[in-house]
């Protein structure tokens, strides 16, 4: 079988930088309908959620539709993903509304100079990430840190929308508890009008969510029925705007509304060049560069399997950073790929980035000629849309399983969690990437080791402790079920040196390697101490099993010569038998 | 073979936190003679070092005698270790330098008063970290990056010892290389007499340390060889003293001399309580705690397992702890177990903790009658003796060492170095420590692959890259050898998926675990995504040789269930004939 290489192509064609080159040419008639379809159905989806998401950011809602426009053109030519459809989401929203805020701009101008800062510094970083091929470096954010992450910004998401369901202004707070509580100390000022239309809103989403979408998916095909139930936002709004306009709600209930959305496409501007802001917003873009990244790569890569496809995670970054560019400077603020909206351009047949391009269409024909209509689109309707969007993020569930599978890992999660709502996202999230890896570390300094010996009549040797085994006294055959480097070895050390003083008819000890899949220079210098140690109590060492890349670094270093070459034995079963007859 | 447990004594016992009520009631005469001579030994090295390692810490030169005698009979008393060597070190004397020097004491007294805190708080820590059981917490310090930081350290030490011997006055400076500047430039003011002085100190101890020794060995017995070879100390300090006075080179050249040094036992007192101080120091006061447990449990380890005899780590925090108890007391500064004077002890025959005892009281004894013998010693001569004795810790083959075995290594030892130099001590260390951990996770976080085939005839599997074997193009048998957590789960997903997405024909794919120790949650979500990624393409996952305790962990959360417990193999042998056979 000649399997192909798993190593990503060094090849730097042009192909690979401008993935379009080999589809475009190629496209067909057939891929047509289906970017067709797919295209108008996420634009449908786009329009009030861009607006949402734009004031979750804290930006006028027009400049969601913004990023919805030019970021999509970008993406779709340069992603990898087919299907993958980009443009505002919850979670960066949040980021931006958090990063933004804390530096108390003093005017909705200066507020969007910083996220169009924001956007040209996250397209900088990702495609340096990109270029530099450092994407890999997301994956430190374990699974546990991601999900408390995830949940306590659902939370910080969810409340902060409460106030427009509620129909009262609430303050900007350094800490999310105060926010909470100024909401509950001033819920007598609700607007009953207001909570009215939101909790309808949610029941009408909810509707759609869950027994609409089971009735369509058990009586439609799948792709009607998976787009038509996205249709709760669209229903909403047009809802919304009819009931508030009909009956002069704005004006006679008091009824927040969005009110004048600018028309007319954005203009194409850079983004203000000011050192001071440039370094103000840069911890943020960061966040924002890799939590964006994130929740594109896992997306795309899961659609891409289930056709056999290719996600390239460095053209990603690209590609990502090149539709952040077109953000900066379209007036908008950073984007990345959405799960819900690509699930549902996926399963709406889209093939090819075109369509992508195509809900980019639509959605600028919107903003030219569609904004006088959101005028009385009411803040508590698209609050809703936020507030049923991002419940399904808070997961307790995953803190069961995590902490079921393995107390580390609910800890991480616990840890993560806590340490967003009480310090902050960004302070959060460094904390639970330090608390997880610390508790690797830890996990690792203490490593699973056992004294074996051999199942009669056979050549496997077990854990004395576990199984009825054949053991010699004169000869200690110990396992460590773990790589040796520094934080581990000197315990192990010590667990051999008590187990010969305590054992003094002890003559060899043999080291069974065959876990061991690596051993850094700490762990020589150890390992050599031990050979020492050993010796001076009248000791002999052995290794057994030692795999082939770590024999070639002990040997380049002269240790196996040091410990003499005869003392490395291949399986632990010769080394017993060697040794037994030896002793015997 | 009965083989007694390596974990350590749960027993609560008075004789584990007072060890010498094991041995002291079983005292003999035999006993009494090597203690005694032992004694004797250290403490005339122990003098002209205490007072040296008092003035490299800044510190009056009877400070360095105090803290000679206290600390060593609380140490005799309660610590593990039959002959470890306690009292000032030149290491720890560095850090309290240049702890107490950061924060620009206005007097002596205030310097002194920062020294006292400091002890009673490494006390406090040690104390601490023996009861709560967490002194592995050192082994995080990796061995290059106390081999930097050692080497770092002796050039700081060494260089900071050149005024002396130059005889001219260096101010303390931010910078290490301010410093040399400084020295550089005012390299006319040097006193030549002082020069010679030192000199002549440094060839006599140069000459004691390897020619003499050399010869002693060869013609005398070790147990007299090996300490009269450490009588250089005594025989400089002698030798100089009575130049100085019989010339008067203290009056007529010049020579910079200890002069009056304080008869009498010192006072017993409690440290000052002031919180500001408290704080200030705190830092150094942790760094003291790690590094000079360090220094004393590895020599201590390596000492009792030459006789099979035990040391607990725990009980070492606690008893150097204790000791340090007794240095803020009396008048003195940080203390530990020293390398060469433990060795001499040792080799002199000590058997128990009396001798320590033995060397407080020949100390205490100096300090009574003695001092007004030390008026003209040459602070030149106190120079040379730490210059010879720090000189041996710059260890330029320990770097050559670390990176012919492994860049990684290397690179950790070579930026604490540069770090201590540069940024200081306390902040080089831990620069290193985090570069040495944030390397060990880079690389598990892309650990070694292979697509593996049949050895053929045998039941031996290995990589396809390197051996001629069989394979069979339905099955994909894929070998990690490394544990599967979060850096490089998805790496490793990448791989497989873009293996099977580059090989249509593969419809098995089998992952082979053996190497694999330890499955976190965050790869556990992975495996279950990969299993319906490759579901979704039309290949089926299988796992071969997951070990026990893996097993069980992955059967508890169902993950066996949901994978199909007939889809994991004992052996790849039996996953690969019995798939052959499925699509054969």
Known sequence: ????????????????????????????????????????????????????????????????????????????????????????????????????????????????????????????IQMLMGLLHVGFLVNFLSHPVLSGFTSAAAIIIG????????????????????????????????????????????????????????????????????????????????????????????????????????????????????????????????????????????????????????????????????????????GAFPVTGGLSRTVVNDTAGARTGMASIFTAILVALTVMFLTPLFFYLPSAVLAAIIIVAVAKLFDWHAFIHAWRYNRADGLSLLVTFGAVLAAGIEAGILIGAAVSMGLYLYRTSKPHTAVIGRIPGTEHFRNVKRHDVETCSEVLLFRVDESLYFPNVTYLELQLLELVADNPEIEHVVLVCSAVNYIDVSALEVLERLMSELRSSGVTFYMAEVKGPVMDRLRQVGFIDHLGGDRVFLSTQRAYEYLKAATG
């Open 1 to 124: 079988m000649a399997v192909k290489s798993a190593k990503m192509t060094e090849s730097t064609s042009l192909k690979q930088y401008l993935p379009f080159l080999a589809w475009l040419p190629k496209y067909r008639r057939e891929d047509l309908t289906g970017d067709v379809i797919a295209g108008v159905i996420v634009a449908v989806m786009l329009v009030p959620q861009g607006m949402a998401y734009a004031l979750l950011a804290g930006m006028p809602p027009e400049t969601g539709l913004y990023a919805s426009i030019v970021p999509l053109i970008i993406y779709g030519l340069l992603g990898t993903s087919r299907v993958l459809a980009v443009g505002p989401t919850a979670m960066v929203s949040l980021l931006i509304a958090a990063g933004i805020g804390s530096l108390n701009p003093a005017s909705t101008a200066e507020y969007m100079q910083y996220a169009l800062i924001m956007a040209l510094q996250v397209a900088i």
């Open 159 to 330: 409340v902060g929308q409460v106030k427009h369901v509620l129909g009262y202004d609430v303050p900007r707070f350094e800490h999310f508890y105060e926010q909470v509580g100024f909401l509950f100390t001033n819920i007598t000022h609700t607007n009953l009008t207001t909570l009215i239309i939101g909790l309808c809103a949610i029941g009408v989403l909810l509707a759609f969510k869950y027994p609409l979408a089971t009735w369509m998916k058990a009586h439609l095909p799948e792709f009607i029925a998976v787009p038509l139930s996205k249709l709760g936002p669209l229903v909403v709004v047009v809802a919304g705007v009819i009931v508030v306009a009909r009956f002069g709600l704005a004006q006679a209930a008091g009824v927040g509304i969005v009110g004048d959305v600018p028309g007319g496409l954005p203009q194409v501007a850079a983004p203000p060049f000011n050192f001071a802001m440039w370094q103000a917003v840069f911890p943020t873009a960061i966040a924002i560069s890799l939590v964006g990244y994130m929740e594109s790569i896992s997306v795309a890569k899961a659609l891409a399997s289930k056709k056999r496809q290719k996600i390239d995670p460095d053209q990603e970054l690209i590609a990502l950073g090149a539709a952040n560019i077109g953000a900066a400077f379209t």
